[in-house]
């Protein structure tokens, strides 16, 4: 069964500063991966997903990822944070023909002034 | 606009007690889900349907069942709440053609 791991349980990072989670699966073909954001209180909103074919992925509120597959990595950036992400950032893994999701533990992002 | 629902938002309840959790979806999908979210766990897969009348287990399904008599709603039910049943539920749908799933906006239970 496929796995994820989010070696980062919390992040601090100044406001305007790079931010980057990491995000490491487990599966032996090549899996749908996926990035989602909670906000405090709210349910789970897509980021970004990658299935095929560019490997650098872009997605809604400025964040971009990256898949590596000699690394198993599906990292998150984005260059210049804004105090609004501050949330839980949690990765996801999904294989071809089953349509569950494996989800990380999660990590919490807090954006200093 | 089509959209995924919860409710209640929050529910408190006694241990013993049965407890339904309700997830309704205006998309038509045919996938949808249910997970549980625990601090240090993220989303845990409870329950998960392809379909009407198809209903399979994850991997926390015990004291959780679910009925699928139509596309659009997926009920979760806790035959009888446990305290170890706290914890805040989500629901979600799979859209086919993206491959995407999406979810609702959560259920906080307690169970006291």
């Known amino acids: 069964a496929q796995s994820v791991t989010q070696p980062d349980i919390h992040i601090t990072v100044s406001e305007g500063a790079s931010l980057e989670l990491r995000c490491n699966y487990s599966y032996g073909a090549t899996p749908y991966l996926f990035w989602y954001v909670q906000s405090p209180g709210q349910g789970l909103q897509l980021l970004l997903k990658y299935f095929s074919g560019d490997t650098l992925v872009q997605g809604i509120k400025g964040f971009e990822a990256e898949f590596k597959r000699s690394q198993s990595s599906f990292n998150l950036r984005k260059p210049s944070v804004h105090w609004s992400d501050a949330a839980e950032y949690f990765c996801?893994?999904?294989?071809?023909?089953?349509?569950?999701?494996?989800f990380g533990a999660g990590t919490t992002v807090t954006v200093r002034a | 606009d089509a959209e995924i629902t919860q409710s209640p938002r929050h529910k408190i309840t006694e241990t013993g007690r049965q407890v339904t959790l309700a997830c309704h979806q205006t998309?038509?999908?045919?996938?949808m889900f249910w997970y549980r979210q625990d601090l240090g766990h993220g989303l845990r897969l409870i329950h998960y349907?392809?379909?009407?009348?198809?209903?399979n287990k994850g991997e926390v399904s015990d004291g959780y069942s679910v009925s699928r008599s139509n596309t659009e709603d997926l009920p979760l039910t806790l035959e009888s709440a446990a305290s170890s049943q706290t914890s805040v539920y989500f629901c979600?749908?799979?859209?086919?053609?993206?491959?995407?799933?999406?979810f609702g906006p959560g259920t906080r239970l307690t169970v006291l």
């Open positions: 998309w038509n999908h045919n996938n």
């Open positions: 349907s392809y379909g009407v009348q198809d209903t």
């Open positions: 996801a893994v999904g294989i071809t023909n089953d349509y569950k999701l494996s």
């Open positions: 979600a749908s799979r859209d086919d053609g993206t491959d995407t799933q999406y």
